[in-house]
């Protein structure tokens, strides 16, 4: 089962970092990491008060994958770098099958979203409805529902969900839809949190 590193990163050193940041791909790159959004200003509000300074959206074959490349004697010596130009979250989320849904070809957009649920029963029904929309408009599922592993910081997520579409225009589209519209206003009757879209590449 895919499993991604979601990193949200404000950075302090910008010289220090840049030297993390050049070094960084041919690291995660040995064990399979595919960068599917990486960078500064790839994120929009849509919902809540989140809005990550640098965001990572990093996808890898399996959740032991992941914890191979960040434990691994190269990584932790970037780690180290890092740390010290820079503050921040970093989350492992389990994602769904199959493996290596991110497209290939395009740029793509993201809607990332965490979630607490506050009307159990209620979400239930947003959960079995919403899937179709997804779907209507070319979207799919990368993570849905996961807790998510804390590696660094303080970010606590009780429901993460990564949905990929085609172009920010397919994303913003279903957002807005006639579709979605019920809803949306019947999550947001359940739950409250946090929703971004973010930029591919």
Known sequence: MAAYVIGDIKVTDPETYAVYAAGVPASSGAFGCRYLTRGPGKCQI????????????????????????????????LTKLRQSASTGNVVFAEGVEPHAQGRETGTPAYLIGDIEVTDPEAYAKYAAGVPETVFHYGGSYLVRGAQGEVAEGNWAPKRLVVLEFESMERAKAWYDSTEYADLKKLRQSASKGNLIFAEGG
């Open 46 to 77: 849509v919902e809540g008060d989140w809005l990550p300074e640098r965001f990572v959206l990093a996808e890898y074959k399996d959740m032991e994958t992941v914890k191979a490349w960040y434990y691994s004697p190269e990584y932790k010596e």
